[in-house]
């Protein structure tokens, strides 16, 4: 089975332009998951879907950011406009809903730097 | 973002050592969970653990999921350069499906 596909891989834009990072789940996974990972903050959890809705949008850092899930097999997480702080890497995640215990799996993430 | 504590936060060790690390919160968890990233990469899972004091091996590694639910301990025997690495654990509350991770422990191997 292919893995968790993030694109584009890495990235580098001007500040004030938009990004759209994108993510394609583990066919038959039910739950997607968005993370961003810095040398400052480690990892922290932006939102996550399950079944195509969102569920906690709590970490989502302010309005400039945002995330959808069309349908099962894509998510897209948008930043408009972007700013240097922006810039770490973008990790999208899914799992397979058994009880609890469904464990996650990573993409290999989107680096984002932004000038 | 909330983190967890672990420790410690980098080691540099030769070939053939054994390896220990671990990870503390001040509130409990209901699953406690070890990751390896490798640069350039997204972490891989390496052992889940679901009950307090469950002690589970995968190879070289076992994890154990502390008595009290606050702890996790990783030990990696007889390092083989392969393993260098940042290892992170994870821990997830009752009834929650966020995964709050800690801050990482970067592995140096030297042969």
């Known amino acids: 089975d292919a893995g968790v596909i993030q694109s584009p891989r890495h990235e580098v834009t001007e500040m004030g332009q938009e990004v759209t990072l994108r993510c394609k789940p583990i066919?038959?996974?039910?739950?997607l998951f968005w993370y961003r990972q810095t040398m400052m903050r480690g990892l922290e959890l932006l939102i996550y879907?399950?079944?195509?809705?969102?569920?906690?949008d709590s970490g989502m850092p302010e309005d400039r950011f945002s995330a959808k899930m069309p349908n099962a097999s894509f998510s897209t997480l948008k930043i408009q406009p972007s700013e240097p702080r922006d810039s770490a890497v973008y990790f999208c995640?899914?799992?397979?809903?058994?009880?609890?215990?469904?464990?996650?799996?990573f993409g290999e993430g989107s680096r984002l730097t932004v000038l | 973002g909330q983190q967890l504590n672990q420790s410690p936060q980098s080691m540099f060790i030769q070939e053939g050592e054994d390896v220990s690390m671990n990870c503390t919160s001040s509130?409990?968890?209901?699953?406690w969970l070890w990751y390896k990233q490798d640069p350039g990469e997204g972490p891989v899972l390496l052992i889940a653990?679901?009950?307090?004091?469950e002690l589970t091996s995968n190879g070289r590694l076992t994890a154990q999921f502390g008595i009290t639910r606050k702890d996790s301990f990783l030990n990696i025997s007889a390092s083989i350069p392969s393993d260098v690495g940042i290892y992170f654990c994870?821990?997830?509350?009752?009834?929650?499906?966020?995964?709050?991770f800690g801050t990482g422990t970067r592995l140096q191997v030297f042969p």
């Open positions: 653990l679901y009950k307090a004091g």
């Open positions: 066919s038959g996974h039910n739950s």
């Open positions: 509130s409990i968890f209901n699953t």
């Open positions: 879907f399950n079944n195509n809705v969102p569920i906690d």
């Open positions: 994870a821990g997830r509350r009752y009834n929650t499906d966020k995964l709050i």
């Open positions: 995640a899914s799992r397979r809903d058994r009880g609890r215990t469904g464990e996650l799996f």
